[in-house]
């Protein structure tokens, strides 16, 4: 029995279909699990002291006594990648949210404040965003210095601008709108109305652009601790952990390896998760 060759192009074009609609549910679910391995003891997972060494078990590769086998101190890299995870998420979480305060305030005064203000803050913004937002936060942590809280800090402040302009740009279309005119009408003070009505609705925007910046944040975070900038050792980091085995990727690669693997794992699938949402809010 032959082949409807005329049935190749739909059967194709279903599958196609499917694994685009199963693939950011594959990703959402890694999500959780990343989430439920910060939120629940880093213990259950597994019962190595993550800062423990052991100088008679440097460099040994992976295998049953080790998973991801050990560092240059014999710390267990397995272990140290559980637990760093709380700190890289942590560290990702506060960014996004300082970044979607900041950046929140900041489009609604530029959007209610008038023209003039309005034009000063959008420059302000037009000149911020013309750098790299790692080049920002490199700014501000030098300014700073180095350590969990101020990477946090400097990756939020960085984020502020892109966050910013897309509230503006959402902000004014509902200003714009007749309900909020009649709350001007009736004397409705201006903070009371961008509250009730004009925030909720730019909100999922910004959730949208939030879920995919949170992505972004992650590979930051990484990219200043890689540089020395983060969590103070001994306390791990997915990039401290990758800055830790870059002098040892020919002997010993899994150090660098498994949590790079992790990074990049992690950022895809917030960015496509990101990405679904956005294109679900298009339609």
Same mark, same amino acid.
Request: net charge positive; charged share 15%; glycine share 16%.
């Given at each position: 029995m032959g082949v409807d060759t005329a049935l190749i192009p739909v059967v194709r074009t279903t599958a196609r279909q499917t694994a685009r609609g199963r693939l950011p549910m594959l990703?959402?679910?890694?999500?959780?699990?990343?989430? *439920?391995?910060? #939120?629940?003891?880093?213990? &259950?997972?597994?019962g190595r002291d993550p800062d423990?060494?052991?100088? $008679? +078990?440097?460099?040994?590769?992976?295998?049953? *006594?080790?998973? #991801?086998?050990?560092?240059? &101190?014999?710390?267990?890299?397995?272990?140290?990648?559980?637990?760093? $995870? +709380?700190?890289?998420?942590?560290?990702?979480? *506060?960014?996004?949210?300082?970044?979607?305060?900041?950046?929140?305030?900041?489009?609604l005064l530029a959007a209610a404040g008038g023209a003039r203000v309005d034009a000063l803050l959008m420059r302000v913004v037009d000149v911020l965003m013309a750098f790299p937002e790692i080049l920002l936060a490199l700014l501000v942590v030098a300014v700073l210095g180095g350590g969990t809280l101020n990477v946090a800090l400097a990756i939020g402040l960085a984020g502020i601008p892109s966050y910013?302009?897309?509230?503006?740009?959402?902000?004014?279309l509902v200003l714009g709108s007749e309900y909020v005119e009649a709350a001007r009408a009736l004397g409705v003070p201006p903070w009371r109305y961008l509250l009730r009505h004009v925030l909720p609705n730019v909100g999922g925007s910004i959730v949208v652009l939030a879920s995919i910046g949170?992505?972004?944040?992650?590979?930051?975070?990484?990219?200043?601790?890689?540089?020395?900038?983060?969590?103070?050792?001994?306390?791990?980091?997915?990039?401290?952990?990758?800055?830790?085995?870059?002098?040892?990727?020919q002997t010993a690669w899994w150090i660098s390896v498994a949590p790079g693997l992790v990074i990049s794992a992690v950022v895809v699938a917030v960015t496509?998760?990101?990405?679904?949402?956005?294109?679900?809010?298009?339609?």
């Open positions: 990703c959402a679910g890694a999500l959780l699990l990343l989430l *439920a391995l910060v #939120l629940v003891a880093p213990g &259950l997972f597994t423990a060494t052991d100088v $008679t +078990r440097t460099f040994q590769a992976p295998g049953m *006594a080790h998973l #991801l086998g050990t560092d240059q &101190l014999g710390r267990d890299v397995f272990a140290r990648l559980v637990h760093g $995870t +709380r700190i890289s998420v942590a560290v990702a979480a *506060a960014a996004t949210v300082i970044g979607v305060g900041g950046g929140a305030l900041l489009g910013a302009r897309l509230v503006r740009g959402q902000a004014r949170s992505g972004s944040a992650i590979a930051a975070g990484a990219g200043l601790s890689l540089l020395g900038l983060g969590p103070r050792p001994p306390q791990a980091d997915w990039g401290s952990m990758v800055a830790d085995g870059k002098d040892f990727l496509l998760v990101g990405r679904t949402l956005q294109s679900s809010a298009v339609r």
